[in-house]
């Protein structure tokens, strides 16, 4: 997708994995509330893992395992009507989707067969243990979707998105997240608040960062947007830096460039950008991948 065609996104069709836990009915509610500002549709995803087996009498004594599959496939599939039923969104702006396998491959086959332009998940598991047993890698599926992916990691008060933190790197594809980050204030008619962030360990001189937030500042404008643009900050732990500033600015939303080499070792620990933000904070992240 070019570009110039994401300005113009308007996050219609949105894609929420569905697991009957807690969390998942917080980032539910935050596709419901984004849909409503574009007449959008949601679609939620449920995955299916056989686990058990059913022993049934078979000829000649033997017996014969057959799959709860069907079973649970029934059961999850009227309980998913239910909330289709409960929800905010008219039934026709309204689809289940069910299937076999992991969660985190059936969100990407989906999206393949058929696209959606947003991704919203939950991310309430902050400890090594937690993300081992999580049935979603967030860094790991913003890195392969090819929509913006949004993580949801507080179910304290329901999203709404009056204000987006947009921090300006000098990373490999600090630009990717910027033109949806428009769209998205554009949609809900919400402020943009600027940052240039710079890493002590940047190769990049200062110069560098503030030509690149120069150059937002012109798309911004371009785009219509309204936006503000605050202090740089220089330091040795961006993501205390992005934190602070969120909260400064009582940001609802913080819109990153996840790493491209994150190793599923960096993802357990909670090592990388991503992990420490979302760790920390209690204001969901917006993340792109390119």
């Not at 300005?7 to 539910?28: A, D, G, H, M, Q």
């Not at 790991?140 to 990691?153: F, T």
């Not at 740089?232 to 934190?243: C, D, G, Q, V």
């Not at 009582?250 to 990388?272: C, E, H, V």
């Amino acid at each position: 997708m070019k570009y110039q065609d994401v300005f113009s996104s308007n996050y219609r069709r949105i894609l929420v994995p569905y697991e009957f836990r807690p969390e998942f009915k917080f980032t539910l509610q935050a596709a419901e509330e984004i849909a409503k500002y574009g007449n959008g549709s949601v679609t939620l995803l449920h995955s299916i893992r056989p686990t058990n087996a059913i022993s049934t009498p078979f000829p000649h004594g033997f017996t014969f395992p057959i799959s709860d599959t069907f079973y649970l496939f029934e059961e999850n599939k009227k309980a998913l009507a239910k909330i289709a039923d409960e929800s905010s969104l008219p039934n026709s702006r309204f689809n289940v989707e069910i299937m076999r396998g992991s969660l985190n491959n059936n969100i990407l086959s989906l999206q393949e067969s058929n696209p959606h332009d947003l991704i919203i998940v939950p991310d309430f598991h902050h400890t090594f243990f937690g993300r081992l047993a999580s049935s979603i890698n967030v860094p790991g599926l913003m890195k392969k979707s090819n929509v913006p992916v949004l993580a949801i990691n507080n179910g304290d008060h329901l999203l709404k998105i009056r204000n987006i933190l947009l921090p300006i790197r000098d990373v490999n594809g600090w630009f990717d997240k910027v033109p949806y980050t428009v769209s998205m204030a554009n949609l809900t008619d919400s402020k943009i608040t600027l940052m240039a962030l710079v890493d002590e360990t940047s190769p990049n001189p200062l110069s560098q960062i503030r030509r690149k937030l120069r150059f937002c500042e012109k798309v911004l404008k371009t785009n219509g947007c309204y936006f503000e643009v605050i202090s740089t900050s220089i330091s040795k732990e961006p993501h205390l830096n992005i934190i602070d500033a969120a909260t400064k600015c009582k940001a609802d939303l913080i819109a990153l460039t996840p790493s491209k080499n994150i190793s599923r070792i960096q993802y357990l620990f909670g090592s990388d950008l991503y992990e420490k933000v979302i760790s920390n904070c209690s204001i969901p992240v917006f993340g792109m991948i390119k």
